[in-house]
């Protein structure tokens, strides 16, 4: 079982930059790929990236591409997601998630979820 714990949300201003993580429990952690959602009151979940095992491939929604950016450090059991440039639509819950499989974007493969970190982008 992998436990997933995120935090580094927070309230910024259009054109901001945060920094999520999302730190992992266990000795596995190299051994799944993760990725970060993100979900407003009323909406589906919605992917935003995706990570290999060893980082050497990533994956971005279009609607982040050019802004966002995935990143892991197993030696931490540690993924972050930068986000720069940041807009008002970007306003969501961020949950990170682990999936065995690989780079890819449907939630319904990720079997382990965090509980969120709340960002809200001010305009």
């Known amino acids: 079982q992998v436990q997933l714990v995120e935090s580094g949300g927070g309230l910024v201003q259009a054109g901001g930059s945060l920094r999520l993580s999302c730190a992992a429990s266990?000795?596995?952690?190299?051994?799944?790929?993760m990725g970060w959602f993100r979900q407003d009151p009323g909406k589906e979940r919605e992917f935003a990236a995706a990570?290999?095992?060893?980082?050497?491939?990533?994956y971005y929604a279009d609607s982040v591409k050019g802004r966002f950016s995935i990143s892991r450090d197993n030696a931490k059991n540690t993924v972050y997601l930068q986000m720069n440039s940041l807009k008002p639509e970007d306003t969501a819950v961020y949950h990170c998630?682990?999936?065995?499989?690989?780079?890819?974007?449907?939630?319904?493969?990720?079997?382990?979820w965090g509980q969120g970190t709340q960002v809200t982008v001010s305009s």
């Open positions: 266990g000795r596995t952690f190299s051994t799944w790929a």
């Open positions: 990570i290999s095992r060893s980082g050497g491939d990533t």
């Open positions: 998630a682990a999936n065995r499989f690989g780079v890819f974007d449907a939630v319904t493969g990720y079997v382990y």
